[in-house]
Structures are given as structure tokens and as C-alpha cells.
């Protein structure tokens, strides 16, 4: 692999983000990162956040914000205080931002070493960032996710967890098959997205509109992916994946026999149906749906 390239970091010596960065490195195996290799964070554009919709509210913002300030997540909402996300960022980091602010906790996303056009790990939105290589000096890795209590980690230094996931692949469930990343310092859009890519069915909707506000905004290209959806009949064929319950409210969200990102989120912002089981319909369009 080539090393990349060094740039200035964002991450001041002394800092949270740099005690938690230098802890990895000290338990990191294998060689670096390939410079080509991206960071993606997903999010579902749709979704409102405060009352405003999503994208304009990152607009407003100008950089990512975590579920330890947001107090939401597409993956498990336990950022509060004594929950699981908490406990498992203490072991991870050695406690480097254990009295840290919300503001200055690392972004989670995943490393699309297999340069997947849909991202890293598309289970957590049907959207994603894809930051620059400029980032990839400041963030830490791990496999599985950090859910599972990892032991293996990695830095853009000393990186094996690609060569692991690609060995491991198969052998469970093919959502959870990513290499977790935490971007230590913030993610600011101007500075660290080179792209938005978005799912086509939002094609000639107010969230492409606010999406070309949003890169407008920050000189951020709005891209496209091949788009996830899933027949109804092939999600129904799986009850035991993700629940009855949740074929039975995929049947009531599905336009036309078909799932995508975009009736998922019309039933999220109505309320029509619980949010957390909405959350798990997604997967199923993912994990049974087109592209496989």
C-alpha cells in the first residue's frame, strides 16, 4: 500500500482527540491506509432535525454534529449519560473524552475500502459524506463495529482491519460488514467533504434542492448512487431478519410494492408508524433490495 500523504492536522497536541489518537496508534498493527481509500458518513437527507429539514440544518451548522449532540442516531441512540456508546468510546479511547464536551467527541462512519459507490455501511442512511484524504491522518478504525467491544484497531499508520473484514466476510450479516472509522476534530463540510451522494429516488425533490443549496454552500459536489429499493414480496420472505412487525409496517409504507429511502422517510415524518421499526424496514431494503 502507499503511504499517505502528511498533511496539517486539526488535532491539537494535548487535546482529547489527540490522547484517544495516540492510545490506538499504540495498539494498531499492519501498514498504512491506502490514500484512496474514503471515509463515509451516513445519514438519511430527509429527516428532520429540531423542526428543520436535515440538510438545511447542515447548512446552517457548517459541520457534522454526533449523536452526542444531536441526541439521535441511525445506528443505537445510548449517547446519554451512563449509556452503551459512552462506556464502549471510554474503552476505545482509554478515557480520553470522558470529561470532553459533546462538540469535541469524535464523528462515527466507516472506511469504503471496497470503494462501494452506496459508502461504507449504507445500513445507517441511504445518504453519505465522503470526506477528503486530508482526513484520513486523524482517524481511528476498528472491526466489527465498536457495538462488539472490539480488540482490533487501527490508525492510517498501521492498518490491517481491511485485510480482517474482507477474511471475515460472509460469515454473518452482511450489514454489519464494514470497518468502523471515528474522525477525531470535527468534520467540517468546507474543509473535509469532497462529495454528497444521494440516493436517485430523491431526484426532483426538495431534498435534492436543499442538497444543491448545501454544496453550494461549502463548494461540496452533489453526486448520486445507484439507489437502494426492495420488492415488499422479498423483504416478506425474511420475517425472522428483522421482525414480523417490521414486515407487517413495510407493508403499509411500500408505494407500489416497493420499498426505497424515500417512502421510508414520508412515514418517518408523518408518524404514521414507529420510528424505530421504520429503522429496521430500511435495513431490509438494504439487505434484500437492489443494488445486493
Known sequence: MTRPARTTSPVACGTAAERALRHVSNLARGGPVEPAWRITL??????????????QAMTADGRYRSQFETGTSNGGPTASPGGDRRRWE????????????????PVYGSLNHRRRPTGGS????????RLNAATLVRCTFCDPDSVFEPVHLGTAERLDLPERADADAGAGDPLDDYV?????????????VEALVLDPCYRGSDVETDAHRFGGSFGVPVE?????????????????????????AATRVA????????CIGDAVRTGSEDEQVLKRVWHCTVRFGSPP
Open 42 to 55: 451516513h445519514f438519511h437527507p430527509d429527516r428532520p432535525f429540531a423542526g428543520v429539514p436535515l440538510l
Open 90 to 105: 471510554s474503552r476505545l479511547f482509554a478515557g480520553a473524552y470522558d470529561s470532553a464536551p459533546p462538540r469535541d467527541r
Open 122 to 129: 449504507p445500513r445507517f442512511g441511504s445518504a453519505h459524506l
Open 180 to 192: 468502523e472509522a471515528h474522525v477525531h476534530g470535527g468534520v467540517l463540510f468546507s474543509r473535509d
Open 224 to 248: 448520486w448512487h445507484p439507489g437502494f429499493s426492495a420488492r415488499l414480496h422479498a423483504v416478506a420472505e425474511h420475517p425472522a431478519y428483522r421482525g414480523r412487525d417490521v414486515v407487517d
Open 255 to 262: 408505494v407500489g410494492g416497493l420499498l426505497t429511502a424515500r
